[in-house]
């Protein structure tokens, strides 16, 4: 396995809520800043606590400008918390930025629809072939797309938060892997985390795999104790407090 370092993404540009980097060829990404998302895209002021507040019913002309179809609507107000009406908006947001831009039809942002396969890996209806993958943690959203049908890609994003250290070192690391990031910082735990939850939506599984089964041993990934070959990792701290990685 090879790893590729990536430096901090480029700055919003001009307080947008999205910025596009490269992450390597055949690859672009997509952060979104949530809470410029909220101020930029939609018609009125959302409460700063909706992390803890239960849904809202939204309307097409609560956005500003067309963003999503009326049918991406209907799904959105079927969620039942207003943090995963929010989550599921800004990933949305990310990945349509990444069609416009890099697709060939540069289809408009409402025109833009991402269905989900058997077991949850998303893609566009207009280029399947693709690979498309969508994280976000808090205040950040992150879609990455591959720009060649033999490209395969997963990616994850997580806040880096201590109080979480104990649960995580117990239920997403084998034992040979706690040994050895007991000692570490919240930083290099954290990036761990994100390397595995990356490489189980590389080979489409997300959920439905043991994290205890992934490990990172030596900057190398292992499946069920071997090896997995030709892959490649990039892990890093992309925005202040969050660990980022991508397998592909």
């Not at 990404?29 to 909220?38: D, E, M, Q, R």
């Not at 018609?43 to 809202?56: E, G, I, N, S, V």
């Not at 179809?69 to 599921?88: C, H, P, S």
Request: overall charge positive; hydrophobic content about 40%.
């Amino acid at each position: 396995m090879t790893t590729m370092p990536l430096s901090t993404i480029t700055p919003f540009p001009d307080n947008a809520p999205v910025s596009i980097s490269r992450p390597g060829p055949g690859y672009r990404l997509a952060f979104v800043s949530i809470p410029g998302f909220l101020q930029k895209c939609l018609t009125k002021p959302l409460q700063t606590a909706f992390r803890t507040a239960p849904p809202l019913v939204f309307q097409p002309d609560d956005f500003a400008g067309s963003i999503f179809g009326t049918d991406e609507i209907d799904g959105l107000n079927r969620f039942k918390a207003l943090k995963k009406q929010v989550e599921w908006m800004a990933g949305r947001y990310a990945a349509k930025q990444l069609a416009r831009q890099f697709l060939n039809e540069r289809p408009a942002l409402s025109d833009i629809r991402v269905a989900y396969r058997e077991k949850g890996a998303p893609y566009f209806t207009c280029a399947p072939s693709l690979p498309l993958s969508i994280s976000h943690s808090w205040d950040y959203a992150v879609a990455g797309l591959g720009l060649r049908p033999a490209c395969t890609l997963g990616l994850d994003l997580e806040k880096i938060r201590s109080e979480s250290r104990p649960v995580l070192l117990r239920t997403a690391f084998s034992a040979r892997e706690a040994r050895v990031l007991e000692s570490m910082d919240d930083a290099t735990l954290f990036l761990k985390w994100t390397a595995k939850e990356a490489y189980l939506k590389y080979i489409g599984q997300g959920f439905h795999e043991s994290l205890k089964k992934i490990e990172i041993v030596d900057d190398t990934i292992l499946h069920d104790a071997r090896p997995v070959p030709s892959l490649t990792l990039a892990s890093h701290l992309p925005l202040p407090g969050y660990a980022f990685s991508m397998v592909c």
